[in-house]
């Protein structure tokens, strides 16, 4: 019985080290950049990353009809195709006017969906950033202090689905995707 509880343990802490991974952050060589400011961190991100985001989706929302279901974001669930249409153009329209201005977030402060300042923006920022802090495309910096040289992420499941945690050595949260990409179930609180 000894045997296999200490099997049985030894799954067990197996199978919570595969769920984490250190992250290592890629040198930036750009100035080129925008911040956001999260709770506990300030997040550096690459312009050129925006832009490519851009790109990319411009052809995912051609190729799937502007379904909103080509985000993850749930502030874009209600939305119809001809208003993710008009939501796309209307960032592609500020970020193209809006690319050599100085920018920063802030999920401290609220922000309209369909404001016509840079906060437009800031949902697709949001889409986009799980997967820059994977690939460690983001300086993250404790605030208050030096930018950091790692950070890990973790797996969290809820109601079934997986999502991203990432915290920094000291255990302080940068940013955890189910916040952005899960609805909250009122009734289940």
């Known amino acids: 019985m000894k045997k296999l509880m200490s099997l049985c343990l030894g799954v067990l802490c197996c199978s919570a080290i595969s769920a984490q991974s250190l992250i290592k952050i890629e040198p930036q060589e750009s100035a080129d950049t925008l911040t956001y400011t999260t709770r506990n961190t300030v997040l550096t991100i690459l312009k050129e990353d925006v832009d490519s985001y851009l790109k990319t989706l411009d052809s ?6 502007y379904q909103h279901s080509a985000y993850r974001n749930i502030q874009f669930l209600p939305l119809k195709p001809d208003e993710v249409r008009t939501h796309y153009n209307l960032v592609n329209k500020f970020w193209n006017t809006s690319r050599s ?3 920063n977030y802030n999920v401290d402060k609220f922000s309209l969906f369909w404001s016509e300042d840079e906060n437009i923006l800031l949902p697709y920022l949001d ?3 799980p997967d820059l802090l994977t690939y460690g495309r983001v300086k ?3 605030k208050g202090k030096l930018p950091v040289a790692s950070y890990q992420v973790f797996y ?4 079934g689905q997986t999502f991203r945690l990432f915290k ?3 255990g302080k949260v940068i940013w955890r995707e189910s916040e952005y990409f899960l609805e909250h179930f009122a009734g289940k609180r």
């Open 101 to 103: 201005n100085a920018l």
């Open 127 to 129: 889409e986009m950033l």
């Open 156 to 159: 969290e499941d809820i109601e």
């Open 140 to 142: 993250v910096t404790e």
């Open 60 to 65: 995912v929302l051609k190729e799937r009809k």
């Open 168 to 170: 920094l050595a000291n």
